[in-house]
């Protein structure tokens, strides 16, 4: 597919003129500097006005042509839209209905007949991959005339079973990212592919002359056994090259710990479907970025049921996660007290808590799992290994396997061994492969600046942005999105995925594998062929066609899963090496909720997605508890300094319930100075603060008030169901396991009877409808992971606003998760409740509305009419569930054609004026039903999901017929927890929600309020 | 008109109220007064710089709304959760001052208030302008104002209908008949008034405007009988509309569930506010304009002390209103209800609402006091004290309520923009510029009603009956 350049057909070339014809010379000419320019002048919150501002603006245009006159022909004309189509199109004769593949072709047909499986606005599946941290989660992506526009989980990986998390389904925007890097620069110059190699042919000779020990390779985690087995080939012809490894977030103390449990690096992987009792020792493995979270998701919430086995959740966290707060008893712990905890005896403190949770583990062997955060040091997981051994988890809640990870080298060893290399002056090349390390390496390597020295001399970078690390490097090659080209990689167990494109590269990138056979030589091999013949190696049947076009359509290559290893944990006696001082202030660093490790700091859906606890927004924050906050007289909005060993950052405080005392978490990914228009300069960056000794939790850091202010923009205005004035509203209902067996229907409101009306109930019946739609979702399944409002964004075109807006009030999600807490500050409840429109039987928004903008349709729905509306605003202020919402300014981005070709065809583009709300997907429904009548059937329960049920790995929201008596929500909506949210309003919402029930140890139920302080008191 | 010379008669010992017209008048000093503030008096520099400033506040009225149209409501501070801000604050504070106009110009009319008839002609001015201020919000605030016209049900090609369940669209009705029947009321009003002016007036553009204007009015007494069966038709029709207008403004909050809206107190506390924000207006504007343009002798401290009586009347059903909200709030036992009251008392808006009973219930109580009641300087201090907490009022009933409503994640805050400041006084300039020309070419009392409370009139209409 990327040699497709030679394959076009001459009419593309043939369109260009009516477009290149204006004379450029009467105009001020614009370059891509200048634009840089006025870019780098806009920051993040008037990114989308201006944007639009520039890209309207003919030089602008002007300049596009002269810089790309043929890729930005493909995009604006007919003519190369339609050979565009002919090329892509003829590749699809095999297509399948799940999942299809996609083979790239070489051969130019006039598309004379329709394919057989193209229909203009029929939506084509294909099975990808995305990757993080080398963990691939599973997708199939919606593409709607070879445009990419939605992503969700692949439900036949069992990584994904259909669910997907934050990062993948926000990736889509990654790829139409306008800042993305669109040429290949040698020192900011645009050079073509050709002067690449060209000027790699030196540098490579010289070092092949020298083994190529002055090469070196510097990766981000890798599982792509294509891409591990192209750099071993390299390895292997050049002894002398080193690979290196660099993540910021990273699993070095894992692998560590499981060196010291089994003296080799496994892979741990669990079975939460067999687990009755979890305890979590600050894992955060119910959100996005834990490898595996969707599918650890999907067992853990099966196993919330209260009417079946239900499961029991243990969280001991030093920083509160959306996992503590589903824990059904958490204890708030400081970091640097863990190894002090745990260490000393052989299995559990001996505190009331501790004991109680011993006790619960020793009655439930073979059903527990004990699971350690990645950032707890090495002892502790090697202690975790020993206590699944102990308590016989080991193959059947625990499994080791093979490491996913390609290369296991330590990170924080490989880039410090590459930092020394390069400042010796032993380095003459370096490859970067992805990544920021310019930006993202610990302080103490000091590795921007040895980037920017002339010590290496051939410095080459393939990312996607002209980031940081770009910046310092002579070579930038855009790299292709994994929408756009051929690679593999593999899921939490091991199962590979084919990483099949759904588009051309719009920039002309390239993906590592087209590097790395730089290197080795193969200048113009593509990475459709390299990932290819490392398969044909690799399989040993008959049929490869076969097997290569199955592995494509599955999404997964079949049998490729790890079998679970046999290795036993030796543990004698680790001795906590060397526990840190639980003394004074510590400091956490964490990976951000929602821009990971800074590299989706470009991303609006993403920094505008409000993270699980704070709701917060567009910044990070210096995060400390209540007690803390009083004692040092810190309140919200202020900024204070961080100093650790004289390295100083300022960021502004947010007082976090549950937020153990004397100890800060700050997170990664902020501060950007090249990120682009979205994530430049948002936040504070506390990379500078992490070094390779302390990467994740630092002591003796002082903190000190500036008397600055800075306003954090969260989303949510208040936290508790309690009000200020002490009344508790009923909004969340929760009763423990036992209370929920004696009264089983507890979250009851009374409603208001249903002859309380004007109209004859029977004159407008439902019944004699087909369908009459309704949701239900679980609170006790929802963990709070925010996809739905990802999945919502992407499916609705929901725009972004900005930080300004959001701080305004004005952010546009069709579907918030409320996060709720309860009890004592220091150790609250928490809640999560995902708030879509109700879709009010009585609904109060419809009466209210001047111009009947917003109507009840014959199926239940409550239709919001765009055209119709003139945008009073009134429904909004009569909605008691606030989930209108409404563009106060022209918030949606009309002009960026890559926008463009991101959005649904399928629904509406909102303009200013206009309120918009979630529609339970009726374009969804109308395709579904448009294809049952044709079929002369009804929608079969299942088959018809909304974009936020569809994308949910917890299975917490269902939607169906509610004329459908045996439908799924029906059956939901039938069990004694179903409550509708503010009932007594009499609104009959048939969005309702199951109440949630938690399953306390009975022993602790007693000492809940004290649990905490005995903790602490055992430390 | 011809003036009449007649020596005045004396006023009945037993009336020992304050006259409502100074003794000593005459038809003809009438006439002269009032219509040669008009004709004859020369354009002081005063009004000229007057002019000037609230000519300019006008037009950056305009600039701002060219702005507002251009981007969107965003420039406000308008959010979700209060979607509604300065725009309906301002809409229901106007509306609510133009009803002293209409009340005293028709209800009093109907009562037979004589006193009246030195202020109805200004306050109707007042309404008018009142309404015009106010019918711009309604428009502006719309995310898409040039579709606004979709609120009015007209034939259309679209299948398209409005929706008569909203009480927006009973507001399009309300408001648009109300500032219809005010303009027909005022201009009739003014007919044998602009003959006068006609008949005065010596530049012959004057003349010929005015005469226009007088639609050949000659004060036949054919023409006084219709004029009079006009007059109190339309006084009947205006009439309701005092009571309607506001009644229907408040089913915007009172239709809604939003707790601090839904109540059905909302209508009589209502007109209740107009009619006290009216009269506070009527005070504002007639104390500076009777000393300005030496009116003293037909706007008498006994019409000024009657419009305090109003107030405090009105005031107190206003101070009744909020006591049942806050009664009701703790009575009905509703969480929201109750919350609610403690969110005014105790929330992030607490300041506003003490400033809301302090401007509206506890110092217009100094009104009991008759020093205060005939002193102008005072009456004026606390009518505009009364103007305030009237928009206060507004602002405690739309944001306060709508900042914190049903779920607690959703609760937020209101920060006005400049452009909402902007766009407020934007209408006062509005609304004062109009008041300044309609000084200056019209007569501002109505001069043949006026002469009506002379006691010649008294003598004459006395003598009608007898027959």
């Keep these: 597919m990327n040699d497709d350049h030679k394959s076009k057909p001459p009419v593309a070339k043939g369109a260009a003129p009516s477009r290149t014809a204006v004379c450029p010379s009467k105009r001020k000419q614009l370059d891509l500097a200048t634009v840089k320019d006025q870019i780098a002048a806009t920051t993040g919150p008037e990114y989308w006005r201006s944007l639009e501002e520039l890209a309207g603006s003919e030089e602008f245009q002007e300049m596009l042509h002269r810089e790309f006159p043929k890729g930005a022909s493909e995009w604006l004309d007919e003519f190369s839209r339609r050979g565009f189509l002919k090329t892509m199109g003829a590749s699809l004769a095999l297509a399948g209905l799940t999942g299809c593949t996609k083979l790239p072709t070489v051969e130019i047909v006039p598309y004379v007949r329709q394919p057989e499986n193209v229909i203009p606005g029929r939506p084509m599946f294909y099975a990808t991959a995305f990757t993080l941290g080398g963990y691939a989660s599973p997708l199939l992506v919606e593409s709607h005339m070879f445009r990419p526009t939605k992503i969700e989980g692949n439900p036949q990986h069992p990584a994904s079973l259909g669910g997907t998390d934050t990062f993948a389904q926000a990736s889509l925007l990654d790829l139409y990212d306008p800042d993305r890097a669109q040429d290949i620069t040698y020192l900011g110059d645009i050079r073509s592919w050709n002067a690449f190699t060209d000027a790699m042919r030196g540098p490579m000779m010289a070092a092949n002359a020298m083994k190529g020990s002055n090469v070196r390779i510097l990766t981000q985690a890798v599982s792509s056994p294509t891409l591990a087995a192209q750099i071993r080939d390299y390895l292997a012809a050049n002894p002398n090259a080193q690979w290196h490894v660099w993540e910021p977030v990273n699993r070095d103390n894992v692998n560590e710990g499981a060196k010291l449990a089994f003296g080799e690096v496994v892979e741990t992987r669990y079975d939460f479907s067999k687990a009755d009792v979890i305890v979590s020792l600050d894992a955060d493995f119910l959100y996005a970025g834990f490898p595996g979270s969707s599918r650890y998701i999907r067992d853990f919430a099966a196993r919330r049921n209260p009417d079946a086995n239900m499961n029991r959740l243990y969280v001991i966290e030093s920083t509160p996660t959306s996992t503590g707060m589903k824990a059904d008893h958490r204890a708030a712990v400081k970091a640097s007290e863990f190894s002090r905890l745990f260490m000393n005896d052989d299995d559990f403190p001996s505190s009331a808590f501790g004991k109680a949770v011993q006790a619960d583990l020793y009655s439930h062997p073979g059903s527990s799992v004990i699971v350690v955060g990645d950032h707890l040091p090495a002892e502790i997981h090697a202690l975790a290994h020993d206590l699944n051994a102990k308590r016989g988890n080991v193959g059947k809640t625990v499994f080791y396997t093979e490491p996913v990870d390609a290369n296991t080298a330590n990170r924080s060893e490989s880039l410090k061994s590459l930092a020394d290399d390069m400042r010796a002056g032993k380095v003459d090349l370096l490859v970067i492969l992805g990544g920021n390390p310019a930006y993202d390496a610990p302080a103490d390597f000091d590795f921007a600046s040895v980037l920017k020295s002339n010590s290496v001399q051939t410095k080459v970078y393939l990312g996607s942005h002209r980031n940081e690390t770009a910046e310092l490097c002579q070579w930038h090659i855009p790299e292709s999105h994994y929408l756009e080209s051929w690679s593999d990689a593999r899921a939490y167990d091991g199962t590979v995925s084919i990483v099949q494109p759904l588009i051309e590269p719009l920039y002309r990138g390239k993906s590592a594998h087209e590097i790395v056979a730089v290197l080795a030589d193969e200048s113009n091999a593509a990475g459709h062929e390299l990932v290819q013949q490392y398969w044909q190696k690799q399989h040993t049947g008959a049929d490869f066609d076969m097997f290569w076009r199955k592995s494509l359509h599955d999404g997964f290559v079949d049998g490729t899963a790890y079998a679970p290893k046999n290795v036993t944990a030796k543990l004698a006696s680790h001795a906590a090496s060397q526990p840190p001082s639980a003394e004074g202030i510590e400091l956490n660093f964490r990976r951000d909720p929602s821009i990971y490790d800074g590299r989706f700091s470009n991303n609006g859906w993403l920094q505008e997605l409000p993270k699980p606890l704070t709701k917060l927004t567009w910044d990070n924050c210096v995060m400390i508890g209540p007690a803390m906050a009083e004692r040092l007289k810190l309140n919200f909005k202020d900024v204070v300094e961080l100093d650790l060993n004289g390295k100083r950052v300022k960021g502004a405080i947010w007082i976090q319930a549950g937020h153990p005392d004397n100890s800060i978490t700050v997170f990664f990914g902020y501060g950007r100075t090249r990120a682009g228009r979205v994530g430049t300069a948002q936040g504070f960056d506390v990379y500078p603060l992490r070094t390779s000794q302390q990467p994740w939790l630092a002591t003796g850091v002082k903190i000190t008030p500036t008397g600055e202010t800075f306003n954090l923009a969260s989303t949510q205005g208040y936290q508790t169901m309690e009000t200020p004035n002490g009344s508790e509203r009923p909004l969340v209902q929760e009763r423990s396991l036992e209370e929920y067996k004696k009264e089983p229907n507890f979250a009851k409101e009374e409603e208001p009877p249903d002859y309380f009306t004007l109209y004859k109930p029977w004159e407008f019946p439902y019944n004699k409808e087909t369908y009459s739609w309704g949701m239900a979702i679980d609170l006790n399944k929802c963990v709070g992971c925010n996809n739905c409002i990802i999945a919502c964004q992407s499916e609705n075109n929901i725009p972004v606003v900005g930080q300004y807006q959001t701080l305004r009030g004005r952010h546009m999600h069709w579907i918030r998760v409320d996060a709720y807490y309860n009890g004592p500050r220091e150790n609250p409840k928490g809640f999560f409740q995902p708030v879509p429109c109700m879709q009010c039987e009585n609904a109060p928004c419809e009466l209210v509305c001047p111009v009947q903008a917003t109507v009840h349709s014959t199926e239940g729905l409550n239709d919001m009419i765009y055209n119709r509306c003139v945008g009073t605003r009134y429904c909004s202020n009569n909605c008691p569930y606030k989930v209108r919402r409404f563009n106060f300014l022209l918030f949606q981005d009309w002009e960026t054609p890559q926008f463009k070709l991101m959005r649904n065809p399928d629904v509406t583009i909102r303009s200013r004026g206009v309120m918009e709300k979630c529609t339970y997907c009726v374009q969804r429904i109308s395709e579904h039903r448009i294809d049952a009548e044709r079929a002369d059937t009804v929608i079969k329960d299942g088959d018809l999901q909304t974009a936020c049920q569809q994308s949910c790995p917890a299975n917490a929201i269902v939607f169906g017929n509610l004329n459908d008596k045996n439908s799924e929500v029906n059956q939901w909506k039938s069990q004694p927890r179903n409550y509708s949210l503010l009932a007594d309003l009499n609104t009959r919402p048939r969005t309702t929600y199951l109440a949630e029930v938690r399953n306390p140890n009975p022993e602790l139920e007693s000492k809940t309020e004290a649990k905490s302080e005995e903790v602490q008191a055992r430390s | ?467």
């Excluded at chain 2, 016209?149 to 299948?159: C, D, V």
Aim: glycine residues 8%; aromatic residues 18%.
């Design chain 2, 1 to 467: 008109m011809a003036t009449n010379t007649q020596t005045p008669v004396e006023v009945p010992v037993a009336d020992r109220r304050v006259p409502v017209i100074a003794p000593g008048h005459t038809y003809s000093t009438i006439t002269e007064k009032i219509s040669n503030i008009v004709l004859t008096r020369p354009i002081s520099l005063g009004w000229i710089l007057g002019f000037l400033i609230v000519f300019g506040m006008l037009n950056m009225l305009m600039g701002v709304l060219g702005y507002l149209f251009v981007k969107g409501t965003g420039i406000w501070g308008i959010n979700i959760p209060v979607g509604w801000g300065f725009a309906i604050i301002n809409f229901v504070w106007w509306i609510g001052i133009g009803h002293a106009g209409t009340l005293i110009s028709a209800i009093l009319a109907l009562l037979r208030q004589t006193w009246r008839n030195s202020i109805n002609r200004f306050a109707e001015a007042m309404t008018l302008f009142a309404v015009a201020c106010a019918g711009i919000f309604p428009l502006a605030h719309t995310g898409r104002p040039w579709l606004a016209y979709w609120l009015f049900p007209y034939p259309n090609t679209m299948n398209y209908w409005p929706n008569f369940r909203s009480p927006l669209v009973w507001d399009v009705f309300a408001v648009s008949t109300y500032f219809t029947i005010s303009l027909v009321f005022w201009f009739v009003g003014l007919i044998p008034d602009f003959a006068t002016m006609r008949d005065r007036a010596e530049n012959l553009w004057a003349q010929r405007i005015y005469g226009l204007l007088a639609m050949g009015w000659r004060g036949s007494a054919r023409h006084w009988h219709r004029y009079e069966t006009a007059y109190l038709l339309l006084a009947g029709l205006a009439t309701p509309l005092v009571l309607s207008v506001h009644t229907v403004v408040s089913f915007d909050f009172a239709v809604g569930i939003v707790p601090g809206w839904h109540t059905t107190i909302f209508p009589p506390y209502f007109v209740a506010g107009a009619i006290y924000s009216g009269f506070a207006m009527v005070l504002c504007l007639a104390i500076p304009i009777r000393s300005i343009y030496k009116l003293e002798d037909f706007i008498t401290i006994r019409h000024i002390e009657n419009s305090a009586k109003v107030m405090l009347a009105t005031g107190l059903i206003v101070a009744y209103g909020y006591g049942i909200e806050a009664f009701m709030g703790w009575y009905s036992g509703n969480r929201y209800d109750s919350f609610l009251m403690w969110n005014r008392l105790h929330g992030p808006y607490k300041f506003w609402y003490a400033a809301l009973l302090a401007c509206n219930i506890f110092i217009p109580q100094i009104l009991w006091l008759k020093k205060f009641r005939t002193s102008t300087g005072w009456l004026w201090l606390i009518s505009f004290t009364v103007l305030l907490g009237m928009w206060l009022e507004r602002f405690i009933i739309i944001v306060v309520s709508l900042s914190r409503d049903f779920l607690n994640s959703s609760w937020g805050m209101y920060y006005p923009t400049k452009w909402d400041w902007f766009t407020f006084a934007g209408t006062i300039g509005l609304f004062l510029t109009g008041m300044w020309l309609f000084c200056r070419v019209l007569p501002m009392i109505s001069i043949f009603e006026l002469r009506t409370l002379l006691p010649e009139a008294q003598v004459h209409e006395t003598a009608e009956v007898k027959q």
